[in-house]
């Protein structure tokens, strides 16, 4: 019997000899739990290593201020051990763990605390030093998990890439500056002034094949259809690009025609050696690569010639082992009648280069201004297509006289969309008309200038003191007048 007692007072104590130190365990499991959690937040461990009582008193100074009410309370196993560096640790563990709720009351802290944290905000970007009161360091482990807590919401590689988006975003929005702006054209009119002040325009184009043959005399056209005609009677397809008017058998480049200033030439694509020191005068050019497949060139410039192209066409298909076949003569030269160059441009035969754009092939030419309106009247023009088809700003050449002087007492301005809102077709615009229909312009208005806006539907003459030159482009295009006073 004594025995039994003996054993059941020794398990008891091994008990809770085993509790006691489990208690002990899970203690300090949570104080270096709290201290790893402290440290990862305040990004230092410095922070809670060799804690003092300037810290301790400090500790508890601001946290009764900060803390509400309804902190979980510490666990009873924490409460009974007591150690006096785990309660230390205990109250900044608390202090650390507890961000939200002073963030969220600062705005209610008395004057004092908010210049203390003022002034150990400005200690935390001077970057302290070892030694420093505790103060400003339970202060900087209140304030850093608020910011801890925003990079947790969005993680760091999930922030860099809204970053980069972002910046790709700008920079797919932002305008053409000055690292793009030398591959922007330059500009494709130039407008000069003779000795009598009249103004022109100076462009420098580049025509295609077509073009050329339009432009071409009747010779040269007569030419051309000559030597069409005898290409054709073998069988070859052509295609016309835009230099070149090429013929071929099957995928075979055979010929091909082209324009130099009034000279129609003949490429070949056989042997140029075959005709040295003969009366056919045919010339290598196969240093070019664009004239590999056709390195012999005949060039035509009178009829002896246009007779001789015959010739050689005949011996350049005998030795493809193409045969002539029976076809009808087209004339050829009525299918391309003269054209001005205007019509060209906008047919878009003729290119547009940029005037200080040097080219072998490009021509530079001076029109008057009214030699750049188109032919028809346009039924409705913006002010986008006014300047697109006139991309110039010197319109005095469109703008008329009048015998009326201004007077500058009192300016005015109208736009031509309410020119074309409050007047009807072929009506004439003055001054007084426009105080007369037009709400927005000032009765009492001496001076009035025409600007542009929105779309002009109808033929006006507007006489006016002063206009903008896309206004004139716009009345003009559209069958208009312009009046302008002394």
């Known amino acids: 019997m004594n025995s039994l007692l003996v054993s059941l007072s020794t398990a008891m104590i091994a008990v809770i000899i085993c509790a006691v130190v489990l208690i002990c365990a899970g203690a300090v499991g949570v104080a270096l739990g709290g201290k790893i959690s402290a440290n990862r937040k305040t990004g230092s461990r410095k922070d809670v290593e060799k804690p003092t009582r300037k810290k301790r008193e400090s500790a508890k100074e601001v946290k009764p201020s900060a803390r509400p009410e309804s902190v979980p309370k510490a666990k009873p196993e924490e409460s009974q051990a007591e150690p006096e560096q785990g309660e230390t640790l205990q109250a900044e563990v608390e202090t650390a763990e507890e961000p939200p709720a ?10 004092p605390t908010k210049q203390k944290e003022e002034q150990a905000t400005e200690e935390r970007q001077a970057e302290p030093e070892q030694g420093e009161t505790l103060q400003t360091e339970v202060k900087t482990a209140e304030e850093l998990p608020a910011s801890t807590e925003e990079k947790e919401e969005l993680p760091a590689p999930t922030e860099q890439k809204e970053q980069t988006n972002e910046e790709k975003t700008v920079t797919e929005q932002k305008p053409k500056t000055a690292a793009t702006s030398s591959k922007l054209p330059e500009k494709k009119f130039e ?11 100076r462009i420098r184009y ?7 043959l339009i432009q071409s005399d009747d010779a040269v056209k007569n030419y051309y259809s000559q030597i069409k005609n005898e290409l054709k009677k073998y069988g070859v397809k052509e295609r016309i690009s835009w230099r070149h008017e090429t013929y071929r058998s099957g995928r075979k480049l055979i010929a091909k025609l082209a324009l130099r200033g009034k000279t129609l030439c003949l490429y070949c694509a056989t042997d140029p050696a075959v005709y040295e020191g003969t009366k056919y005068k045919v010339e290598d050019v196969s240093a070019k690569k664009t004239n590999a497949e056709v390195p012999a060139l005949f060039r035509i410039k009178n009829d002896r010639r246009a007779r001789y192209s015959a010739k050689i066409i005949e011996d350049l298909m005998q030795r493809h082992n193409l045969t002539a076949q029976e076809s009808i003569y087209t004339d050829y030269c009525a299918q391309y009648p003269y054209e001005e160059l205007q019509p060209l441009i906008e047919r878009k035969l003729v290119k547009l280069l ?16 009214t030699g750049m309106l188109p032919a028809e009247v346009l039924e409705e023009v913006s002010v986008t297509e006014a300047e697109e088809i006139l991309p110039f700003e010197n319109v005095e050449e469109l703008i008329g006289e009048s015998e009326k002087v201004s007077d500058r007492t009192k300016r005015g301005i109208v736009n031509v969309d309410e020119l074309a809102r409050y007047f ?5 615009v003055t001054l007084e008309e426009i105080k007369h229909r037009i709400p927005s312009v000032h009765k009492k208005t001496t001076y009035i200038k025409v600007l542009a806006r929105g779309v002009l539907d109808k033929p006006l003459e507007v006489e006016a003191d002063d206009f903008s030159p896309a206004a004139v482009k716009m009345i003009v295009l559209t069958g208009g007048k312009v009046t302008r006073k002394k």
Request: proline share 6%; hydrophobic share 35%; aromatic share 4%.
């Open 102 to 111: 002073p963030m969220e009351e600062k705005e209610e802290l008395p004057a």
């Open 424 to 428: 009807d077709n072929g009506e004439r």
């Open 206 to 212: 580049n025509r295609s094949f077509t073009a050329k």
């Open 191 to 201: 407008v000069v002034k003779d000795s009598e002040g009249g103004a022109f325009v």
């Open 354 to 369: 940029a005037i200080k754009e040097k080219s072998a092939e490009s021509e530079v030419v001076t029109l008057p201004i």
